[in-house]
T-cell receptor, first 115, second 109 residues
Framework: DVKVTQSSRYLVKRTGEKVFLECVQD?????MFWYRQDPGLGLRLIYF???????EKGDIPEGYSVSREKKERFSLILESASTNQTSMYLC??????????????FGDGTRLSIL | GDSVTQMEGPVTLSEEAFLTINCTYT??????LFWYVQYPGEGLQLLLK?????DKGSNKGFEATYRKETTSFHLEKGSVQVSDSAVYFC????????FGTGTSLTVIP
Protein backbone atom coordinates (compact mmCIF):
# COMPACT_ATOMS: atom_id res chain seq x y z
CA ASP A 1 0.00 0.00 0.00
CA VAL A 2 1.06 3.54 -0.70
CA LYS A 3 2.05 5.43 2.39
CA VAL A 4 2.03 9.21 2.52
CA THR A 5 3.30 10.50 5.84
CA GLN A 6 2.90 14.03 7.09
CA SER A 7 5.27 14.95 9.87
CA SER A 8 2.73 16.42 12.28
CA ARG A 9 -0.97 15.83 12.90
CA TYR A 10 -1.36 19.03 14.90
CA LEU A 11 0.81 22.13 14.93
CA VAL A 12 0.48 25.45 16.71
CA LYS A 13 2.62 28.40 15.61
CA ARG A 14 2.69 32.15 16.11
CA THR A 15 2.06 34.92 13.62
CA GLY A 16 5.20 35.82 11.69
CA GLU A 17 6.95 32.51 12.24
CA LYS A 18 8.40 30.53 9.35
CA VAL A 19 6.59 27.20 9.31
CA PHE A 20 7.65 23.98 7.61
CA LEU A 21 5.23 21.15 6.83
CA GLU A 22 6.88 17.95 5.69
CA CYS A 23 5.50 15.14 3.57
CA VAL A 24 7.13 11.86 2.58
CA GLN A 25 5.81 9.15 0.24
CA ASP A 26 7.21 5.66 -0.11
CA UNK A 27 5.98 4.61 -3.56
CA UNK A 28 8.36 6.43 -5.90
CA UNK A 29 5.58 8.68 -7.18
CA UNK A 30 6.59 11.48 -9.51
CA UNK A 31 3.74 13.85 -8.58
CA MET A 32 3.27 15.42 -5.18
CA PHE A 33 0.69 17.98 -4.10
CA TRP A 34 -0.17 20.30 -1.24
CA TYR A 35 -3.79 21.27 -0.55
CA ARG A 36 -5.50 23.21 2.14
CA GLN A 37 -8.99 22.28 3.28
CA ASP A 38 -11.37 24.75 4.85
CA PRO A 39 -15.05 24.32 5.77
CA GLY A 40 -17.30 25.06 2.83
CA LEU A 41 -14.39 25.53 0.41
CA GLY A 42 -13.37 21.94 -0.24
CA LEU A 43 -9.79 21.22 -1.27
CA ARG A 44 -7.75 24.02 -2.78
CA LEU A 45 -4.46 23.29 -4.50
CA ILE A 46 -1.52 25.32 -3.21
CA TYR A 47 1.43 23.86 -5.14
CA PHE A 48 2.33 20.68 -6.93
CA UNK A 49 5.51 19.10 -8.21
CA UNK A 50 6.01 16.56 -10.99
CA UNK A 51 9.71 15.98 -10.47
CA UNK A 52 12.60 16.75 -8.17
CA UNK A 53 13.28 20.50 -8.02
CA UNK A 54 10.23 21.19 -10.19
CA UNK A 55 7.21 23.03 -8.84
CA GLU A 56 4.05 24.55 -10.21
CA LYS A 57 1.67 27.01 -8.60
CA GLY A 58 -1.79 25.84 -7.86
CA ASP A 59 -4.87 27.95 -7.22
CA ILE A 60 -3.75 29.68 -4.00
CA PRO A 61 0.07 29.90 -3.84
CA GLU A 62 0.28 33.33 -2.18
CA GLY A 63 2.08 33.23 1.14
CA TYR A 64 3.47 29.74 0.52
CA SER A 65 6.52 28.19 -1.08
CA VAL A 66 7.61 24.59 -1.57
CA SER A 67 10.75 22.54 -1.78
CA ARG A 68 11.39 19.21 -3.45
CA GLU A 69 15.02 18.23 -3.10
CA LYS A 70 14.36 14.47 -3.13
CA LYS A 71 11.72 12.54 -5.00
CA GLU A 72 10.06 11.17 -1.87
CA ARG A 73 9.84 14.44 0.07
CA PHE A 74 7.77 17.56 -0.57
CA SER A 75 7.86 20.42 1.90
CA LEU A 76 5.40 23.28 2.25
CA ILE A 77 6.76 26.51 3.72
CA LEU A 78 4.79 29.35 5.19
CA GLU A 79 7.27 32.20 4.88
CA SER A 80 5.63 34.41 7.53
CA ALA A 81 2.63 32.71 9.06
CA SER A 82 -0.60 34.64 9.37
CA THR A 83 -3.86 33.80 11.14
CA ASN A 84 -5.67 33.30 7.81
CA GLN A 85 -3.39 30.34 7.15
CA THR A 86 -4.98 28.41 10.00
CA SER A 87 -6.29 25.36 8.20
CA MET A 88 -6.04 21.64 7.54
CA TYR A 89 -3.16 20.91 5.15
CA LEU A 90 -3.20 17.76 3.07
CA CYS A 91 -0.32 16.25 1.12
CA UNK A 92 -0.91 13.82 -1.73
CA UNK A 93 1.11 11.88 -4.29
CA UNK A 94 0.40 10.10 -7.55
CA UNK A 95 2.08 8.45 -10.46
CA UNK A 96 2.86 10.73 -13.39
CA UNK A 97 0.83 8.98 -16.11
CA UNK A 98 -2.92 9.36 -16.44
CA UNK A 99 -3.51 5.90 -17.85
CA UNK A 100 -5.15 3.23 -15.74
CA UNK A 101 -6.90 5.70 -13.51
CA UNK A 102 -4.02 6.38 -11.19
CA UNK A 103 -5.46 8.14 -8.13
CA UNK A 104 -3.96 10.53 -5.66
CA UNK A 105 -2.96 9.07 -2.29
CA PHE A 106 -3.32 11.33 0.72
CA GLY A 107 -1.62 11.71 4.06
CA ASP A 108 -3.57 12.08 7.28
CA GLY A 109 -3.31 15.86 7.21
CA THR A 110 -1.77 18.50 9.45
CA ARG A 111 -4.12 20.72 11.38
CA LEU A 112 -2.22 23.99 11.66
CA SER A 113 -3.25 26.78 14.01
CA ILE A 114 -1.63 30.20 13.78
CA LEU A 115 -2.08 32.30 16.91
CA GLY B 1 -12.10 23.59 -18.21
CA ASP B 2 -12.67 20.38 -16.30
CA SER B 3 -14.77 20.46 -13.17
CA VAL B 4 -16.75 18.33 -10.73
CA THR B 5 -20.09 19.21 -9.14
CA GLN B 6 -21.51 17.16 -6.30
CA MET B 7 -24.64 17.54 -4.26
CA GLU B 8 -24.58 19.87 -1.33
CA GLY B 9 -24.83 18.44 2.12
CA PRO B 10 -25.18 17.76 4.84
CA VAL B 11 -27.05 14.51 4.40
CA THR B 12 -28.56 12.75 7.41
CA LEU B 13 -29.89 9.21 7.13
CA SER B 14 -31.09 6.53 9.47
CA GLU B 15 -29.13 3.31 9.70
CA GLU B 16 -29.98 0.84 6.89
CA ALA B 17 -31.33 3.60 4.61
CA PHE B 18 -30.39 3.84 0.94
CA LEU B 19 -27.74 6.39 0.06
CA THR B 20 -27.24 8.36 -3.14
CA ILE B 21 -24.75 11.20 -3.48
CA ASN B 22 -24.92 12.84 -6.88
CA CYS B 23 -21.84 13.79 -8.84
CA THR B 24 -21.62 15.24 -12.33
CA TYR B 25 -18.56 16.29 -14.23
CA THR B 26 -17.37 18.40 -17.12
CA UNK B 27 -14.30 17.23 -18.96
CA UNK B 28 -12.63 17.12 -22.33
CA UNK B 29 -11.42 13.70 -23.31
CA UNK B 30 -11.95 10.65 -21.17
CA UNK B 31 -11.15 11.26 -17.52
CA UNK B 32 -10.89 8.72 -14.75
CA LEU B 33 -13.41 9.19 -11.96
CA PHE B 34 -13.01 8.60 -8.23
CA TRP B 35 -14.83 8.72 -4.94
CA TYR B 36 -12.86 9.47 -1.81
CA VAL B 37 -13.98 9.29 1.81
CA GLN B 38 -12.69 11.41 4.69
CA TYR B 39 -13.36 10.33 8.26
CA PRO B 40 -13.18 12.97 11.00
CA GLY B 41 -9.66 14.24 11.60
CA GLU B 42 -8.14 12.16 8.81
CA GLY B 43 -6.99 12.55 5.23
CA LEU B 44 -8.85 11.38 2.14
CA GLN B 45 -8.96 7.68 1.37
CA LEU B 46 -9.71 6.29 -2.06
CA LEU B 47 -13.09 4.54 -1.91
CA LEU B 48 -13.56 3.45 -5.52
CA LYS B 49 -12.74 4.40 -9.08
CA UNK B 50 -13.77 3.90 -12.71
CA UNK B 51 -11.62 4.51 -15.74
CA UNK B 52 -13.99 4.31 -18.72
CA UNK B 53 -17.63 4.61 -19.71
CA UNK B 54 -19.97 2.03 -18.13
CA ASP B 55 -17.32 0.88 -15.67
CA LYS B 56 -18.69 0.26 -12.19
CA GLY B 57 -16.42 0.88 -9.23
CA SER B 58 -17.29 -0.81 -5.96
CA ASN B 59 -15.88 -1.15 -2.46
CA LYS B 60 -17.28 -1.73 1.05
CA GLY B 61 -20.84 -1.91 -0.29
CA PHE B 62 -20.53 1.40 -2.16
CA GLU B 63 -20.95 1.53 -5.93
CA ALA B 64 -20.71 4.14 -8.67
CA THR B 65 -21.12 3.77 -12.44
CA TYR B 66 -19.29 5.94 -14.98
CA ARG B 67 -22.09 7.34 -17.16
CA LYS B 68 -20.70 9.20 -20.13
CA GLU B 69 -24.08 10.02 -21.64
CA THR B 70 -25.15 11.89 -18.50
CA THR B 71 -21.59 12.83 -17.38
CA SER B 72 -22.35 11.43 -13.96
CA PHE B 73 -20.74 9.22 -11.33
CA HIS B 74 -23.29 8.96 -8.52
CA LEU B 75 -22.30 7.16 -5.34
CA GLU B 76 -24.78 4.62 -3.93
CA LYS B 77 -25.03 2.23 -1.02
CA GLY B 78 -27.98 0.01 -0.30
CA SER B 79 -27.84 0.06 3.50
CA VAL B 80 -25.75 2.61 5.35
CA GLN B 81 -24.20 2.09 8.76
CA VAL B 82 -23.25 4.52 11.51
CA SER B 83 -19.62 3.87 10.61
CA ASP B 84 -20.23 5.34 7.12
CA SER B 85 -20.58 8.81 8.65
CA ALA B 86 -17.90 10.85 6.87
CA VAL B 87 -17.35 13.41 4.11
CA TYR B 88 -17.42 12.04 0.55
CA PHE B 89 -15.57 13.66 -2.35
CA CYS B 90 -16.09 13.05 -6.04
CA UNK B 91 -12.99 13.62 -8.19
CA UNK B 92 -11.77 13.31 -11.73
CA UNK B 93 -8.37 12.97 -13.33
CA UNK B 94 -7.90 14.41 -16.78
CA UNK B 95 -4.70 16.35 -17.32
CA UNK B 96 -5.04 17.42 -13.69
CA UNK B 97 -7.03 16.34 -10.65
CA UNK B 98 -10.30 18.09 -9.82
CA PHE B 99 -12.35 17.58 -6.67
CA GLY B 100 -15.92 18.34 -5.73
CA THR B 101 -16.55 20.32 -2.57
CA GLY B 102 -17.51 17.28 -0.51
CA THR B 103 -20.79 15.97 0.92
CA SER B 104 -21.06 15.35 4.63
CA LEU B 105 -23.00 12.23 5.59
CA THR B 106 -24.27 11.50 9.09
CA VAL B 107 -25.92 8.17 9.79
CA ILE B 108 -28.00 7.97 12.96
CA PRO B 109 -28.86 4.73 14.76
Amino acid sequence: DVKVTQSSRYLVKRTGEKVFLECVQDMDHENMFWYRQDPGLGLRLIYFSYDVKMKEKGDIPEGYSVSREKKERFSLILESASTNQTSMYLCASSLLGTGGGQPQHFGDGTRLSIL
Amino acid sequence: GDSVTQMEGPVTLSEEAFLTINCTYTATGYPSLFWYVQYPGEGLQLLLKATKADDKGSNKGFEATYRKETTSFHLEKGSVQVSDSAVYFCALRGNQFYFGTGTSLTVIP
